[in-house]
């Protein structure tokens, strides 16, 4: 069995994202992303499971400054989790939710679902938590408080609250990327079911020009026809004025194209690190056996 | 005296970059980002300051999705904060702060300083806070709590704690951008002290073939010396395979060049929304009387 780490704590979406591609193996929550990083860099884990893009869990600029200035550990895969946030009480309490005077989440996610508290819950009192699901624990030690939770569908399961309206976050289409991570270059991760395609994401540093030698950059894949899904530029540590790009590609690291183009934007100057080449996957919401309740609207 | 509403609560960054520009208006904190902007849509206050870029405090998805997909609330200036996180301790046990025990603050300034507790304080047990202010606040309220707080040096100000080891994080040169929003566009924001350039915001949407049609995007910006100093691409909420651009030229809006590469960006099939034309400042961090204290290191 693999030890599997990822950015705690039980319940949250970085869970569900491991979960959902390492089901049955051991899975080991860390407190913060770089103690998960440094364990998978320390051999003290065999794959670590972190969030890429920005959620309410984590920050993008803190996974690729890690990536990129302190370890060197390959992007071996890449899931997609839909984010739905739920309003959920206490089983006793769920024919009276609409009375309920008090809403538990963390920052993020209270901000996420501003329209409906606002329009639904005018009068409930917001309080913090340090995450979606501390707040579903709360609710859980304290059946007597007259309140509710806004988080996953894995933090109800987890701590027993009923889901008493679903998808309560503004907007729809909301999802958050996770990497695999690991020590080598591996291509384990091909469960066919979920594959949503391929990508290999490159950081290319650009000392100056930005927009001249940006658009030469965007040359040597346009004019091979590679297609890429994002484009983010972001400042160097060392000095205003030096950006790096994290570019992905759609496709695999193949024999011909991709070095081309590698081998054309180093001739440019640029310096070119590739962070992984690996397979996307999506991670459907209903994982292990979630027996699905009727919802009263 | 003019209502300038910000990301609260009372002692964090942002809060820090409403008081280097707008000393002495009444500064109002708002518990979420949709929040303030939903005040300055309704006109309860003048002014907005809230993260753009990633932070411990916001997310830059957020304030982008809800100023795109929901308000139309110009973007007037730019506030770039050093990110600075400090030890801080009650003052009765500053002479002992190696013997602490507890570490508390919001879960990514722990991260942020991962190297520096790991290696200074191996023995301390971490703590999560809803923010690096209310880490603050607790050793205050609790002078017996043998335990440090990271937070910024206005929070170790409010609530009257020693600050026993500066710049605790790990990596240095951090910066959070912060904006200013108006209900209508305005020049206002000119202090010549701190203003280091200007900028103006465009989104652009491009329906399909991203990389093709993001290389003529930027043909347009760079057979006119545009300069860029931020590109990002971003998913529409619309569907998978829409995106659009996030992009910042270094300079306001003229008469000639941009006006054109806008017609010619429009001639193209992309639709250009532009969410600002506004100068950047930077906020130094010694703000109002901080009186200097000698730092035991």
Redo the contacts between chains.
Sequence with gaps: MNKIGYLGPKGTFTEMAAVSIFAGEELVPF?????CM?ALAAEDIDRAVIPL??T?E?????TL?YLI?KHNLPIIGEVTVPIEQHLMVHPSRAEQWREIEDVYSH??A???C??FLTDILPGAS?H???STSAAAEKLHDDPSMNAAAVANVLAAEQYGLTIVNENVH????NHTRFVVLAQEASMELQPAASRTGDKTTLMVTLPS????A??QV??A??WRK????????R?M???IGNYFFVIDVDQLMDDVLLPGAVAELEALGCGVRILGSYPCLFSVEEIESTEKKPIPK
């Design positions: 407190e913060t992303i770089p103690a440094d893009e920005n309410i984590g920050s993008v600029n803190m400054d200035h920052p993020h209270i901000a996420q501003h329209d917001l913090y938590t340090n503004d907007y729809e289409n020009d930005f927009s001249g940006l658009h965007l040359s894949f346009a590679l297609n890429l899904t994002k484009i983010e530029s400042p540590k060392t000095g």
